[in-house]
């Protein structure tokens, strides 16, 4: 049997042509799946390598993987795609990562502003989300979360890339255009504030760091909506031949 099926071994090399599977990922497969010897199946180990394999010989706790083809950076973008967005009340921030994942998205930095009422992030948590939503959506690279970080700090470590800066002015300049104007192949950040959005201060920011201030339609959208939907054109756009 042929499927789609992936399982993420974050120590599978590159040039490796037997792996062994264990605990979670084996129970999902031969108990939950039910999959058998013969069957193929993708392995991921989350930094870019990606692996056709099947199923060689099962044992009782563990199963052993043959590699029969090699890919790298399969399901990916091609571009440095990194998500600043305010940490959110609830677990709205638990859905902008697994969709975010799902979309493209290489880097998700939650970030501390003005108007953050949220101050803690379960960082564990988040990156188990962006783990289960790689292998859905078959991507072979996982999402780097970070820590909860002021907006001054990650205003100052993300110098050298191309910024969208989503906030809802009059003066802001479309999404679809700002996107299409950025060909460089160098990293693209969306920036998306928090329910009280961006305050003074982190405007006058962006607008001294040169960011593209960037509006998302005439509708007023939800934070984690705006991340969703700020994220999904990019990654439309971006897949779209030149």
């Not at 999902?28 to 392995?43: K, M, T």
């Not at 339609?217 to 700020?230: K, S, Y």
Request: glycine share 8%.
């Amino acid at each position: 049997m042929i499927t789609g099926e992936q399982v993420f071994l974050p120590a599978f090399k590159s040039g490796q042509t037997h792996l062994k599977v264990e605990g979670t990922e084996f129970h999902h497969l031969v108990r939950v799946r039910r999959f058998d010897e013969g069957d193929e199946i993708w392995v991921v180990n989350g930094a870019g390598t990606a692996a056709r394999a099947t199923l060689d010989l099962i044992r009782e706790s563990s199963l052993d993987l043959k590699v029969l083809e090699e890919y790298e950076n399969r399901g990916e973008l091609g571009i440095n795609l990194i998500l600043a967005v305010a940490n959110l009340k609830g677990d709205h921030l638990n859905l902008i990562v697994e969709k975010a994942t799902e979309l493209g998205v290489n880097e998700i930095i939650p970030l501390l502003t003005d108007h953050t009422i949220k101050k803690g992030v379960n960082t564990k948590r988040l990156e188990r989300i962006a783990v289960s939503a790689m292998k859905q959506s078959r991507r072979s690279r996982c999402p780097r979360i970070h820590a909860l970080t002021p907006f001054s700090t990650a205003v100052k470590s993300l110098s050298d890339a191309e910024h969208l800066f989503c906030y809802g002015s009059d003066s802001s300049t479309s999404i679809m255009p700002s996107i299409q104007k950025m060909k460089a192949p160098i990293p693209i950040v969306i920036w998306i504030g928090p329910e009280g959005d961006w305050s003074k201060d982190e405007i006058d920011l962006a607008s001294i760091s040169d960011y593209t201030f960037t509006g998302l339609g005439p509708r007023r959208l939800r934070a984690e909506t705006a991340a969703i939907h700020a994220v999904g054109l990019v990654s439309a756009l971006q897949q779209e031949p030149a």
